[in-house]
């Protein structure tokens, strides 16, 4: 059991560069998330996944894409990379029941330049 | 909208010292209350959880935490502070319903002295 994974670790991108953030998690939750975090600061969502095919955005959005296709996949799309995201990434999952505390990856930091 | 305070963003500690974090939410209904550390490079580990019940909650590594209502309140304590609990712990509070989300604290960085 791998739990929550992420790939890659680490990616330096150039400004307007696209690349997709992977994340999969083999614990059957329904719920994943991805978030971000920047130094100094607590983690902010961006978007979540309620099912495979149920996607809908968080507190910071812009410049993201996701989608659900299975339940155990959730990959996070930057297109034209900013240097505004440059950050790091955490991708988590629950399951639906009460108890529902959320199991994070272990993350990607990603710098644009 | 939910929101967490931690207004302690440096705390240094000698080892074998009492540790008490300090987080402050401000929920509109019931809070579902998460301690989380992240160790340097690494991802974030669940310390313990509040739903409902017992207000003093037991964690892993020996932490615990106490919900008080009244003082909108969820701090972390630890009797006695190991050279591994150097970290950085946030406070988060749980949706709970809809989408579930956490709305996290910023973070307070534990320095543990020898």
């Known amino acids: 059991n791998a739990g929550v994974t992420q790939t890659p670790k680490f990616r330096i991108l150039k400004i307007g560069q696209s690349m997709t953030l992977q994340c999969a998690q083999d614990?059957?939750?329904?719920?994943m998330y991805w978030y971000r975090q920047d130094p100094g600061m607590g983690l902010k969502l961006i978007y979540y996944s309620v099912g495979a095919g149920i996607t809908d955005k968080g507190e910071v959005p812009n410049g993201y894409n996701v989608s659900r296709s299975t339940t155990e996949d959730f990959p996070l799309r930057l297109e034209l990379a900013a240097p505004s995201q440059t950050s790091v990434y955490f991708c988590a999952s629950s399951y639906s029941g009460q108890g529902y505390e959320q199991y994070f990856g272990p993350g990607t930091r990603l710098t644009v330049t | 909208a939910q929101s967490v305070t931690q207004p302690d963003i440096h705390i240094t500690v000698s080892e074998g010292a009492s540790l008490e974090l300090r987080c402050n939410y401000s929920?509109?209904?019931?809070?579902?209350l998460f301690w989380y550390v992240q160790s340097p490079g690494q991802g974030l580990q669940l310390l313990l959880k509040?739903?409902?019940?017992?207000?003093l909650v037991q964690g892993i590594k020996g932490f615990e935490a106490e919900f008080k209502r009244s003082q909108s309140s969820f701090n972390l304590r630890k009797p006695s502070v190991h050279w591994s609990d150097a970290a950085e712990y946030f406070c988060?509070?749980?949706?709970?319903?809809?989408?579930?989300?956490?709305?996290f604290g910023s973070g307070t960085r534990l320095q543990v002295q020898p």
């Open positions: 988060a509070v749980g949706e709970g319903t809809g989408r579930r989300a956490l709305t």
């Open positions: 509040y739903f409902s019940g017992d207000t």
């Open positions: 929920y509109g209904a019931t809070p579902y």
């Open positions: 614990m059957n939750h329904n719920y």
